[in-house]
């Protein structure tokens, strides 16, 4: 799905600043222009996580070049895997051994996590992501 971002141009000093207005508080840096779009798929991966609904509806970009927040950058109409950024909760039945989910919960609970959260990080670490 094509999602307008705002970059806020870098110079050799300063990467170049990367908003995306559809997902509030989602930023982003590079220095360069071809790690962009890794680095907004990244940020907005990381924007969905623990989140719940549907993923909001792309602003025309027509509107958001007339807000005056957004001056002296370019825009970009960036497709984002949208399939990555699945909000909605997928329930599981797994098997572990009690021992562990004890252990699990542990740990989660002493990390301000859920039992949920924490295997699902534990995943996209053992997944390298």
């Not at 002296?72 to 329930?91: I, N, S, Y």
């Not at 924490?118 to 992501?129: C, E, K, P, T, Y």
């Amino acid at each position: 799905m094509l999602y307008p971002v705002y970059i806020h141009l870098g110079d050799k000093d300063y990467a170049h600043g990367v908003t995306v207005p559809d997902f509030p508080g989602c930023f982003s840096a590079t220095d360069d222009w071809q790690g962009l779009p890794k680095a907004v798929q990244e940020a907005l991966e990381v924007w969905c996580e623990g989140e719940k609904g549907d993923l909001p509806t792309p602003t025309p970009l027509e509107d958001l070049a007339a807000n005056p927040d957004y001056q002296d950058g370019v825009w970009l109409l960036l497709d984002v895997d949208t399939d990555k950024l699945d909000t909605k909760p997928v329930r599981l039945n797994i098997s572990l051994p009690q021992s562990l989910v004890n252990e699990i919960d542990a740990y989660a609970k002493a990390h301000g996590a859920t039992r949920s959260g924490f295997l699902a990080q534990a995943a996209r670490d053992a997944m390298g992501g």
